[in-house]
């Protein structure tokens, strides 16, 4: 596991940037694998600038890690939204090589088998992720089983509280999601994690120094040969020797 460290999270989202650039240019059809929520935006602006600039993403294929279950793609909470947001609409991948889990399938079951078989035909080279406070990745929540494809699991009371500023109505908000599951994410060939700000530092430090575990959900990372956390110095700040400070 390797880490990077940088003393902001700008800095940081240039790095990887650069990084998915360099995939983009020198792979003739690389499979990204994408993450919602706050951790990717400075990422995908960067992006964003540098199709404006010329980066073609016309063979790019990406798959995304999760979808609530029940909210429409136009829905402005969907994460499909999210990513026509704050990405999609910039660049010029086509539509037909975008896939993000259904959360609105009427067989949810096999929306999830067919997620599968996307990933079986899309190995992806490279996957970013956030993490969550309680070192969930996807929507992989503690406590659930580690081996796992893409499944619908339950949302933790917490995560439903805290979405429900966001929905007209309580009976709107979502109670569960679609995500990729631990065994896809573990596929990938290179897997970046985005972790940013102090009150990520507990979670960091679990996934990287803590037993393997799924309490943690994030620490089954430590078994892949491939796999770099890049971190602001707020949440490295109780990593010992492992954070290693890559730029300010
Ligand atoms: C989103 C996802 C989640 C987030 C995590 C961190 O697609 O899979 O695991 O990456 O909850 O969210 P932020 O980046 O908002 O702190």
Redo the contacts with the bound molecule.
Sequence with gaps: MKVRTFSTKELASVYVAAIVENLIQTHPSPVIGL?????PVDLYRHLAHFCHQGLSFAQVTTVN??EYVGVPAHHPQS?HRFMDDHLFRFIDVPPDQIFIPDGTASDLQAACEQFDEILERHPIDLQI????HNG????NEPGLALATGTHVTALSPETIAANARFFASPAEVPTHAITMGVQSILRAKKIILLAFGEDKAEAVQRSISGQISTDVPASILQVHPDVTFVLDKLAAALLGGEAVCTWG
Excluded at 136 to 139: A, S
Aim: hydrophobic residues 40%; proline residues 0%; glycine residues 24%.
């Design positions: 993450a919602t929520g706050s951790s890690l999760d994460y992720l956030g993490l969550g969930h990745i996807g929507f």
